[in-house]
């Protein structure tokens, strides 16, 4: 599975938008795009994945630029609750063990 | 409701025991999966399991073992192998070819004294 490059951290405030980027250069054609995220000291919770189109839930919306090298999470009205790590994570379609690899993530801090 | 299960939430053992970790879903999902977690860090896969009675290694198995005797239960032993066992420790679950959704419990954190 390709790996992911994110940023170490960041900040925005409440009630603006976060958008958490991620790079995936080497991301091949039969992989997609998963966000994870991680409030402190619980076990990560789903957000949403993507292959090539951009994709929308309640939670959140994934941005895919068209070559697939990088995406964008974006956390529409980001609340306090929303202070967690993130994580980016691809994945091919043909993997049997349905593993997940986790990077270190961005850790999203939303202030007051 | 269903979920994943996992305890004890806060363990503490001294040196050189074996400990293991309960996970159970309820979820009838066929795929149940360990991860450890060390503080600041991305989680690390231990073992998973893709049916009962079948399991493979992680990247990081050594110093510990698992069984898969039935489909909700995945429980994970620390053996006194492993070297730095003190980690926050992760059970999920999927269904079996899904796309990658992993359900995850709230985790047990292991201490060793």
């Known amino acids: 599975d390709a790996k992911t490059t994110q940023p170490t951290s960041m900040d925005c405030a409440e009630g603006r938008a976060a958008n958490l980027p991620c790079n995936h250069s080497?991301?091949?054609?039969?992989?997609?795009v998963y966000w994870y995220r991680q409030i402190h000291s619980q076990g990560p919770q789903y957000i949403i994945h993507?292959?090539?189109n951009n994709e929308t839930n309640e939670m959140a919306s994934l941005i895919i630029t068209e070559d697939r090298k990088s995406s964008t999470l974006i956390l529409p009205h980001a609340t306090l609750r929303d202070t967690a790590v993130y994580y980016c994570i691809v994945r091919a379609t043909n993997n049997a063990g349905n593993m997940l690899t986790f990077g270190g993530g961005t850790r999203l801090m939303v202030k007051p | 409701d269903g979920g994943i299960t996992q305890s004890p939430k806060y363990l503490f053992r001294k040196e050189g025991q074996n400990v293991t970790l309960s996970c159970e879903q309820n979820l009838n999902h066929d795929a149940m999966y360990w991860y450890r977690q060390d503080p600041g860090q991305g989680l690390r896969l231990i073992y998973y399991s893709q049916i009962v009675n079948d399991f493979q290694k992680g990247d990081i198995a050594e110093g510990y073992s698992v069984s898969r005797e039935k489909k909700e239960s995945f429980p994970l032993t620390v053996t006194s192998a492993q070297k730095n066992p003190t980690a926050f420790y992760l059970c999920a679950s999927t269904v079996q070819g899904a796309n990658g959704e992993l359900f995850f419990g709230e985790g047990s954190r292991l201490t060793v004294l």
């Open positions: 993507g292959l090539k």
């Open positions: 080497t991301i091949s054609g039969n992989e997609y």
